[in-house]
Each structure stands twice: as C-alpha cells, then as structure tokens.
C-alpha cells in the first residue's frame, strides 16, 4: 500500500486555516506561516488527513505540539479570536526584481498602476536599494481588503482564505465577493530556466540580470471592474493587454474611475512612449 503523503488535501488545509483565523491559534501568537499538525491520532500512530484530529499551527508551535496532550490540542481548534487582521512580511530582499502582474512584465519601473491619482501598485527602495513591494487600492465607498505596504502585508475584510506556507515564498487571499489577491516569489538562477516559464520574455533577455527573483501578481478588483489575471490585465469596458514589457523609471499606466462609472487610460508611459503596441506586446483590444 502506498504511502498517504504528509501534506494534507487542499480542502483539508483551507479547512484548518479557516479554524484558527488563518494565523496559529497559540495565545500571543497570531503567525500566518502556518503547518498541519496531526495529533489525534499522531502521525506516527496512523498516517490520516481527519480534520478533527489535526490543527493548523506556525513552524515554532509545531516543533512544540508533540508535549501538550489531545485536550489541549483540540482546544486550539475553537480559539478565541480577538484579532481582525492577519499580517505578515515578504522576506524576498532584492535590488531588482521582475514584477509579472496581470500577464504583462515591468523590470525598473517604480510604478506600475496609479489608479484616481494614487498609487497602487508600486515599489519602494530601503536604505540598502533593495525593492519593497506595495499594494494599496482606495475605492471611494470601499474598505480595503488586502494591503502591502514595503513588503509588510495585512489581510482585512472577512476572506474565505489566506494561505501562505512557511517558506514566505506565496501569499494567496480570497474573498466571498470573488475578490482575490495572489503574490508569488520566485528564483531564477538563468535565462533558459526563465524563458522556459514565460517563453515571450525570450524577446527581451538584453534587458535582464540574473540571477533574477520574479514577483508574480495576480489580482480581481470587482467594484473597480479591474482584473490583473494571470494572462492578461483586463481593464473595465473588457480591455485587455498582454505581453508587454515595461522597463525604465516612471509610471506602467494610469487610470481614472470616475463616479458615472466610466473610465479612461490616462496615461501609459514607457521607454518607447508607448507600451500596448505590436513591437513591444500586443496591443489593447
């Protein structure tokens, strides 16, 4: 009989998650880098994914879990939750950084979306030069979900999930409305190894230093009719780009969301004055 893997079914562990609040349950903790912890029976007892025997709790806390008994355990399942934040921090440290949001590519640019004059997506740089990410979306009539501010991140707004795993490299939310935030951090020691992953980048290797840390974002701003898919940025009215490469200061676009609910591209600047044509990616449609 084959081995049942440790790591539990995604809806066991969006389970588990949902239990604590999404931060580990131990009083004074509050830690979103959450494990599974198997404790009735134990793992080594019997290999089993029952929710009922398991708990979600942070690195340290796991190390820990094997001395408290199954009384105290299972009331760690029914926390008494006090917060209403989840937050953490992006330890991906780097001088540069290729940002993948919405399908499209931005290497050097500080601000990738300014929405009703303000920015939205953009980075920072520390005393050191390294790049700090920032996420903040201000919708007139709208509480904020999501916020990133120079690499520290806050979960507001009642989500049905927030998963991020210890190694720090994911932060996934997602809310009842279809809202959804996704950040996801990763390595690349060559080229090929990136080429291979987004194979149009090939079209702009001069451009890029390795190795090179991408930070892929994906995210659905349903009161703003805004989604940065995984493919394509989608704009309202069912404009879409994608493929496109930003590189060098200043801002990727600009929008504005006027109160009669129309919209406008106000600006979109890049090296070449002009980022959604045929040289550069594929243009809007």
Same mark, same amino acid.
């Given at each position: ?10 809806? !066991? ?39 009922? %025997? ?45 940002? !993948? ?17 303000? &920015?939205?997506?953009? *980075? ?53 409305? %279809? ?15 990136? *080429?291979?992953?987004? $194979?149009?980048?090939?079209? *702009? ?7 090179? !840390?991408?930070?892929?974002? =994906? ?10 898919? $995984? ?7 069912? !404009? $879409?780009?994608?493929? &496109? ?14 109160? &009669?609910? =129309? ?23």
């Amino acid at each position: 009989m084959k081995n049942l893997s440790r790591t539990p079914p995604v809806d !066991i562990r969006r389970q588990l998650r949902q239990e604590v609040g999404f931060g580990c349950p131990v009083e004074g903790c509050g830690n979103p880098y959450l494990e599974y912890h198997h404790f009735n029976p134990s793992w080594a007892t019997k290999q089993h994914h029952n929710p009922e %025997g398991m708990v979600a709790l942070c690195h340290e806390h796991h190390a820990k879990a094997d001395a408290w008994t199954i009384e105290q355990t299972t009331a760690l399942k029914k926390p008494n939750l006090s917060r209403i934040e989840v937050t953490g921090r992006i330890e991906w440290l780097r001088q540069d950084i290729l940002a !993948i949001v919405g399908g499209n590519y931005y290497y050097e640019t500080e601000n990738i979306l300014v929405l009703n004059d303000q &920015n939205s997506i953009w *980075f920072e740089r520390d005393e050191d030069n390294h790049l700090l990410l920032n996420v903040f979306i201000n919708l007139p009539g709208e509480q904020p979900k999501t916020i990133l501010q120079n690499n520290d991140w806050i979960v507001l707004g009642n989500p049905d999930d927030v998963d991020s795993p210890p190694n720090g490299s994911l932060l996934e939310v997602k809310y009842p409305d %279809g809202d959804y935030i996704r950040l996801k951090f990763k390595n690349y020691v060559s080229p090929e190894s990136l *080429f291979n992953q987004y $194979t149009d980048l090939s079209r *702009f290797s001069g451009e890029l230093t390795f190795p090179l !840390i991408t930070a892929e974002l =994906t995210m659905k701003i349903g009161a703003a009719g805004i989604e940065l898919g $995984t493919s394509k940025t989608t704009l309202p009215g069912n !404009i $879409t780009f994608t493929g &496109n490469f930003v590189s060098g200061p200043g801002t990727a676009f600009s929008i504005e969301l006027p109160s &009669n609910g =129309t919209q406008a591209i106000q600006s979109i600047l890049q090296k070449n004055d002009h980022l959604l044509s045929q040289e550069y990616g594929h243009p809007v449609s």
